[in-house]
């Protein structure tokens, strides 16, 4: 039985090899070695740091806003590891693992949340889409590019993620209706940290998961631990390859939990309590997997300390390239909508003037 129909949401299993305590499920194996292992892990290290830096620099002043991933590093490391190059990424807002994954240099990546339109510039060969942030409308440009590679004949996927909140959009439903249809090489992932801003999942849909949204569309949905590295790089693997190879798409639902607020903007403390993230907190993703490389006798403070160094140092550099960037002319957010600037863009863009 393939690991689809094993874990049809229907049955109401979740996926999972690594448990919270760093022990292999029984009969599971880890898909990774443990070079690998220790890789990505060092790579959930760098991700965790640049984006509480992110935190800080917003807090300073010196970034607009800021949507931490803090929790969700596993989803985004796990899936972004199953792709192969010519693949392509579509991310929302909360994305810094798997763009930093893909290659994005983290320079650009904070260039653009200073404000900076040139961040969302990805260097030639990076296949990583600019950040969405009209929730879930980049689900319909996945299906698209996924639809005109397979019309061209090329064996490219492509990755898109969103939240649990994005499942209720009406472009969600367009996609995967579209996708369903269409085969298209499409891989959904929905990090279901949970909330959408201050709305909890209980109050997002009646459905009993969300991966089960998969089979009104015709195709494979799953359940995976979305703290689960192992788990999660095994699944979207296995939706990677039977895209390629012509079987469709997948919407894949990962459990996880965000710790940060929504964005900068919000505060947390008002519509979730303590007693609601306490039991989250022994599920955090780099948690398990520190006590599974412990136990292998590939982690210790030593290596912790190293890792650590080594990823301040070049978020130190990140910062500094990424500010020594002149910030454009308030001029180009009005140039470019239209080959020439209308009349009521040139009248905003006098009004913006003056009142600078
Ligand atoms: C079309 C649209 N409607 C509303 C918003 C405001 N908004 C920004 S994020 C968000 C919630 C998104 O929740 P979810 O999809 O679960 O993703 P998460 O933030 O949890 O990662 C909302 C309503 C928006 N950006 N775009």
């Given at each position: 039985?393939?690991?689809?129909?094993?874990?049809?949401?229907?049955?109401?299993?979740?996926?999972?090899?690594?448990?919270?305590?760093?022990?292999?499920?029984?009969?599971?194996?880890?898909?990774?070695?443990?070079?690998?292992?220790?890789?990505?892990?060092?790579?959930?290290?760098?991700?965790?740091?640049?984006?509480?830096?992110?935190?800080?620099?917003?807090?300073?002043?010196?970034?607009?806003?800021?949507?931490?991933?803090?929790?969700?590093?596993?989803?985004?490391?796990?899936?972004?590891?199953?792709?192969?190059?010519?693949?392509w990424v579509f991310p929302a807002f909360?994305e810094?693992?798997?763009?930093?994954?893909?290659?994005?240099?983290?320079?650009?990546?904070?260039?653009?949340?200073?404000?900076?339109?040139?961040?969302?510039?990805?260097?030639?060969?990076?296949?990583?889409m600019?950040?969405s942030?009209p929730v879930g409308t980049q689900t319909l440009h996945a299906v698209g590019a996924a639809w005109?590679?397979?019309?061209?004949?090329?064996?490219?996927?492509t990755l898109v993620f969103f939240g649990d909140g994005a499942t209720s959009k009406g472009d969600f439903h367009e996609a995967m209706n579209f996708a369903g249809?269409?085969?298209t090489?499409t891989i959904f992932f929905c990090q279901?940290?949970?909330?959408?801003?201050?709305?909890?999942?209980?109050?997002?849909?009646?459905?009993?998961?969300l991966?089960?949204k998969a089979?009104?569309y015709?195709?494979?949905?799953?359940?995976?631990?979305?703290?689960?590295?192992?788990?999660?790089?095994?699944?979207?693997?296995?939706?990677?390859?039977?895209?390629?190879?012509?079987?469709?798409p997948t919407l894949i639902?990962?459990?996880?939990?965000?710790?940060?607020?929504?964005?900068?903007?919000?505060?947390?403390?008002?519509?979730?309590?303590?007693?609601?993230?306490?039991?989250?907190?022994?599920?955090?993703?780099?948690?398990?997997?520190?006590?599974?490389?412990?136990?292998?006798?590939?982690?210790?403070?030593?290596?912790?300390?190293?890792?650590?160094?080594?990823?301040?140092?070049?978020?130190?550099?990140?910062?500094?390239?990424?500010?020594?960037?002149?910030?454009?002319?308030?001029?180009?957010?009005?140039?470019?909508?239209?080959?020439?600037?209308?009349?009521?863009?040139?009248?905003?863009?006098?009004?913006?003037?003056?009142?600078?």
């Open positions: 039985m393939s690991l689809f129909e094993d874990y049809n949401p229907l049955k109401g299993k979740m996926f999972q090899i690594l448990k919270p305590d760093g022990m292999l499920q029984p009969g599971e194996k880890s898909p990774l070695n443990d070079q690998e292992t220790l890789d990505l892990y060092q790579k959930m290290v760098f991700i965790r740091l640049a984006d509480q830096r992110a935190l800080m620099l917003q807090r300073q002043g010196r970034f607009g806003t800021y949507a931490p991933i803090w929790g969700q590093e596993a989803c985004q490391v796990g899936s972004a590891y199953a792709l192969q190059k010519g693949d909360r810094i693992g798997a763009t930093l994954m893909m290659g994005i240099p983290l320079k650009n990546f904070y260039l653009y949340w200073m404000g900076n339109e040139m961040g969302s510039r990805a260097p030639e060969g990076i296949n990583v600019p950040v942030v005109a590679a397979k019309l061209k004949g090329h064996k490219v996927v249809v269409f085969k090489p279901n940290n949970q909330f959408a801003i201050s709305v909890p999942r209980s109050l997002q849909t009646a459905s009993k998961t991966a089960q089979i009104a015709g195709f494979d949905g799953i359940q995976v631990d979305g703290n689960d590295l192992f788990a999660v790089f095994t699944v979207t693997n296995e939706a990677v390859e039977q895209a390629r190879s012509g079987g469709g639902e990962g459990v996880t939990f965000r710790f940060g607020p929504h964005t900068t903007a919000d505060d947390p403390t008002k519509y979730r309590t303590e007693e609601e993230i306490g039991p989250w907190k022994p599920l955090d993703p780099m948690v398990r997997l520190r006590l599974y490389l412990k136990e292998k006798g590939l982690w210790n403070e030593k290596v912790e300390s190293r890792m650590t160094e080594e990823a301040q140092k070049e978020i130190d550099q990140a910062v500094k390239d990424a500010e020594a960037v002149p910030m454009p002319d308030v001029e180009e957010i009005f140039k470019y909508v239209f080959a020439e600037m209308t009349p009521p863009l040139k009248e905003q863009l006098e009004y913006l003037k003056s009142t600078l």
